[in-house]
């Protein structure tokens, strides 16, 4: 079971990104899928998550600091969970994870996930 995060950049205050994050290994359409973010000399800590209920229904997350800002979407036909970041700030640099877990109530917590993908550099300038 493999996450493979990409898309980051460097990109201008205002600007926009999309990162995708495509999972390999299994079938992860139910999954618990999260992204978190470690900005240099910090800890790493929750950007967004999104769970789906044994019903189909979806539940999405936001830190309070990129609410309004991010999207966090998934295309199951492709296994592949994305990251839409619009309204960049400087603040916002920081390597951004991908990472998943079955299931789990804590969707904001880190430690409950046990799929992580390599992260992905976002770099915004001001």
């Known amino acids: 079971v493999q996450l493979q995060a990409s898309g980051g950049g460097l990109v201008q205050a205002g600007g926009s990104l999309r990162l995708s994050c495509a999972a390999s290994?299994?079938?992860?359409?139910?999954?618990?899928m999260g992204w978190f973010r470690q900005a240099p000399g910090k800890e790493r800590y929750f950007v967004a998550a999104?769970?789906?209920?044994?019903?189909?229904?979806?539940?999405?997350y936001y830190a309070d600091d990129v609410k309004g800002r991010f999207t966090i979407s998934r295309e199951n036909a492709k296994n592949t969970v994305y990251l839409h970041m619009n309204s960049l700030k400087p603040e916002d640099t920081a390597v951004y994870y991908c990472?998943?877990?079955?299931?789990?109530?804590?969707?904001?917590?880190?430690?409950?996930?046990?799929?992580w993908g390599q992260g992905t550099l976002v770099t915004v300038s001001s």
């Open positions: 990472a998943a877990v079955r299931w789990t109530t804590k969707p904001l917590i880190e430690s409950e996930y046990n799929y």
């Open positions: 290994g299994g079938s992860f359409s139910s999954f618990v």
């Open positions: 999104m769970t789906i209920s044994w019903l189909g229904g979806v539940t999405t």
